[in-house]
Each structure stands twice: as structure tokens, then as C-alpha cells.
């Protein structure tokens, strides 16, 4: 069983900036690919950001592309978001999971196979 935790989220005025954190404890991490989804109310999970195992493959959501920035430690286990230029529509809960597809990331929330509680970003315009 893997456990998955984010933090970092928080209330910030638009075009502000807020990094995630996701920490996963419970067995080797660095093989396996991470994510980030969001949701906000009476909506789907939708995909944010992955990155693969090794760092060398990241993928970006067309609404978050050139503002929003994944990486990883793997020395430290920690997925980081590095969320810039911030807008109302930004807000959400955000999610990180790990898991993976044959393409080596997750892109679907099918592709998860475990999943952080959330924490809240709140962008104010």
C-alpha cells in the first residue's frame, strides 16, 4: 500500500503563484510515475500534470500549459506543482496520484492507483 499526501494549497490573489507538495511513503517510489488532477464541485477529476518515473516526460493539461510546471525528487520520494500566474478558474481541489499507464504516466484517472486526500486551492480574482 502506497501513501499518498499533498500539501502546500492555500487562498491566493490571481496571477499569484502556490507550489504543491505530494509526499509517497510506503514502498520504493522512484519507479513509479505521479500526477496531479483537480476537481472542483459537481465535477469530473480532470487531469492537471504528469511526469514519469525518471523526470524525463512531463504532460500538461492545454489549461495549465506554460503556467504550470511538474517535477520530482525521488532522493526526497516528493512530486512537486509549481502553479504561476494563477486564475479564478484555477481553483480546485488538487489531487496527486501515482500509478501509471504502458506509456509509463497517468494520464486518466484510470490510470491512478493511489490517491493523495486533496488539498484546496482557492484563487481569488
Known amino acids: 500500500q502506497v501513501r499518498v499526501v499533498e500539501s502546500g494549497g492555500g487562498l491566493v490573489q490571481a496571477g499569484g503563484s502556490l507550489r504543491l507538495s505530494c509526499t509517497a511513503s510506503?514502498?520504493?517510489?522512484?519507479?513509479?510515475?505521479m500526477a496531479w488532477f483537480r476537481q472542483t464541485s459537481g465535477k469530473e477529476r480532470e487531469f492537471v500534470a504528469t511526469?514519469?518515473?525518471?523526470?524525463?516526460?512531463?504532460y500538461y493539461a492545454d489549461s495549465v500549459k506554460d503556467r504550470f510546471t511538474i517535477s520530482r525528487d525521488n532522493a526526497e520520494n516528493t512530486v512537486y506543482l509549481q502553479m504561476n500566474s494563477l486564475k479564478p478558474e484555477d481553483t480546485a481541489v488538487y489531487y496527486c496520484?501515482?500509478?501509471?499507464?504502458?506509456?509509463?504516466?497517468?494520464?486518466?484517472?484510470?490510470?491512478?492507483?493511489?490517491w493523495g486526500q486533496g488539498t484546496q486551492v482557492t484563487v481569488s480574482s
Open positions: 496520484a501515482s500509478g501509471s499507464n504502458r506509456n509509463g504516466v497517468i494520464t486518466t484517472t484510470s490510470d491512478a492507483w493511489f
Open positions: 510506503g514502498r520504493t517510489f522512484s519507479p513509479y510515475p
Open positions: 511526469i514519469s518515473r525518471t523526470g524525463g516526460i512531463t
